[in-house]
Structures are given as structure tokens and as C-alpha cells.
């Protein structure tokens, strides 16, 4: 589950991936907050980047509820059968996984016989790629850059951050309706009876506002960014585990480069939930680099 190498062809699979994260945000709602709480600390720290995370759900729940997703996508979207693809990706991908520590989970591949530039991940080491985005890498290593990335996902435990970032989200929703209202009402309450009811209509409107102006800031300003953030860190934790399978980092900065030649008319970074390509290309250089300069001491972790 992920926003990821976006390009203009892959409209329909973002919708795809929005339609299927919206699937999850319900399926909690309607009871994984309270399975998610018992016995589950709110913050934890992620041993694969060092950063510390509101989880409020576990990764197999997220995993079960990620299987109806998984079947659905498979029955809607034809799949490959070639094995020049099926097995070039089942290659990479237990490469990758092994690079990543992971090789003894269960991962499952599709390859989609679609001429989209994207792939994606689902909780439960679920890893779709599309026909057109095997077909666009010059090499293998640039394939399991990407793979790279999907595993950087799963490792970073971003579909776990983002749901419970959601929850959390609609949490501060409920509570600033709560008190925007209370306050207004109290307001109210104070007024000649005459005037109480225009009061108390303009506190509901007021309220309804309230709703919407903190659902949009919880948008813009916290979801947007965290998914990025999502992205910058599963590039760099796809480059180390490229690194560690014994491909060659260098590559995912080409296909980046590539990616940025491909499409260069994009909306402005502020606004989008993907880095800009050539960024990430850069990114990734510069953290090679480093790697390479540190010595024995690199690919230890991904800070930069
Ligand atoms: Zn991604």
C-alpha cells in the first residue's frame, strides 16, 4: 500500500490505491481501534530507520484485511503468466527480501498486464507490479530498485503509520467538533432567550466549518508530507537492500533520472505526495555516496 512512481499513465491504479486504502480505514473503524489498543503501545521505535512511530494497529490485522484487497485487484486486473515476467520478478523479489532480512516471510507477487508505469505493495508482503513498469527498466537492478522500495514499505511499516495516522487524524476531528461546540453553546446559553436559537444555528454552522476546515489541515498538512516522508525513506531503505542482494544502488538513481525524463510536466512538490523523480534521484545518489564513503561502516542505516 503505497503512493509510489507515480506517472501520468497511472491514474486509475492511484484511484485503485486510494479506493483500497479507503477499504482499510473502514474495516478499522468498524472495530480494529479497540483489538489495535489492548496491548499495543501507541509510539514505537522502527528498527530499520531509527524513527519513532504512532501505531495503532497491528500489521497481521492490516495484513488479513489487505487479503480481500489483494484477491480483489487480481480478479479486476488482468495478471501475467509469462514467465519472462513471473519469475524475472519472483527472482528480484526473493533477492531483495533476502537483502532486507525478510527471506523467511511469505511474499507474493503479481505482475499486472498493464502498460502503467507503477507498482505497489499491500500489507502482508503483497508486491503488484505493472506489465509497463518491468518494461520501462533498462536492467534487472532497476527493477529491484523499485522492489527495493515496495520492501523499504514493509519494513518501514508505513501502511501500519498511515492507517493509524488516518485514526488519529478523525480522533482530533471528533475532539475539535467537540470543543469548537461546547463553546459555542456555552456562549449561547448566556444570551437573552430571544436571541439564544440564531445562536445556537450559527454554533452548528460554525461547527460544520470547524469540521471541515480541520479535516483539510489534517489533509494538506499531515497527510500529505508523512507520505512523502513514506517515500523519500523507502527509496533510501530500497537502495540499501539493493546494495545488500548484491545489486548495484547506482541503477535506482538511473531509473529515477529516467522517470524524470519520461514525465516532466508534474503539478508543483509542494502539493503532490510524491517526490518530484529528479529529486529522488538525487537523494539517492547522495546517499550512496555516502555509503561508499563511509566505508565498512556504511549501509548500516539510512540516515544520510
Ligand atoms: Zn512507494
Known amino acids: 500500500m503505497c503512493g509510489c512512481h507515480d506517472t501520468d499513465e ?8 486510494i479506493v483500497e486504502r479507503r477499504r482499510l480505514v473502514q474495516g478499522l473503524a468498524a472495530g480494529g481501534l479497540l483489538t489495535a489498543g489492548a496491548g499495543l503501545p501507541g509510539c514505537s521505535t522502527n528498527p530499520e530507520t531509527g524513527r519513532s512511530q504512532l501505531l495503532l494497529v497491528r500489521g497481521e490485522q492490516l495484513s488479513q484485511m489487505a487479503a480481500a484487497s489483494w484477491a480483489d485487484v487480481k480478479s479486476k486486473t488482468p495478471t501475467s503468466n509469462d514467465p519472462r515476467y513471473t519469475r524475472r520478478l519472483k527472482t528480484i523479489g526473493d533477492r531483495i527480501a533476502r537483502g532486507a532480512n525478510k527471506h523467511n516471510e511469505r511474499w507474493d507477487y503479481a ?11 499491500l500489507p ?11 518494461d520501462f527498466a533498462d536492467n534487472d537492478d532497476q527493477i529491484a530498485g523499485i522492489m527495493g522500495h515496495e520492501v523499504g514499505h514493509v519494513t518501514g511499516r508505513h501502511a501500519a503509520a498511515r492507517v493509524s495516522q488516518q485514526m488519529a487524524g ?6 475539535g467538533t467537540i470543543l469548537g461546540g461546547s463553546q459555542l453553546q456555552r456562549r449561547c446559553r448566556s444570551l437573552p432567550a430571544n436571541q439564544q436559537r440564531a445562536c445556537f444555528q450559527r454554533a452548528s454552522q460554525n461547527t460544520r466549518l470547524l469540521n471541515g476546515a480541520l479535516g483539510m489541515g489534517i489533509s494538506l498538512g499531515v497527510l500529505l508530507p508523512y507520505s512523502r516522508q513514506h517515500e523519500s525513506e523507502s527509496d533510501l531503505l530500497g537502495a540499501k537492500y539493493m546494495h545488500k542482494a548484491g545489486y548495484d544502488a547506482y541503477q535506482s538513481v538511473r531509473l529515477w533520472e529516467k522517470m524524470a525524463e519520461a514525465s516532466p510536466s508534474r503539478q508543483p512538490e509542494l502539493l ?9 534521484a538525487r537523494d539517492l545518489h547522495n546517499y550512496i555516496k555516502a555509503q561508499e564513503d563511509l566505508g565498512s561502516q556504511g549501509w548500516d542505516s539510512i540516515k544520510t
Do not use: C, W
Not at 10 to 17: I, V, Y
Not at 112 to 118: G, I, K, V, Y
Open 10 to 17: 497511472s491514474h486509475d491504479a492511484e484511484t485503485q490505491k
Open 111 to 121: 505482475v499486472f498486464d498493464q502498460n502503467t508505469r507503477n507498482a505497489f505493495v
Open 124 to 134: 502482508g508482503n503483497r508486491v503488484g507490479f505493472y506489465k509497463g513498469m518491468m
Open 170 to 175: 478523525q480522533l482530533a476531528i471528533a475532539g
Open 272 to 280: 503532490s505526495t510524491h517526490p518530484d523523480p529528479a529529486r529522488r
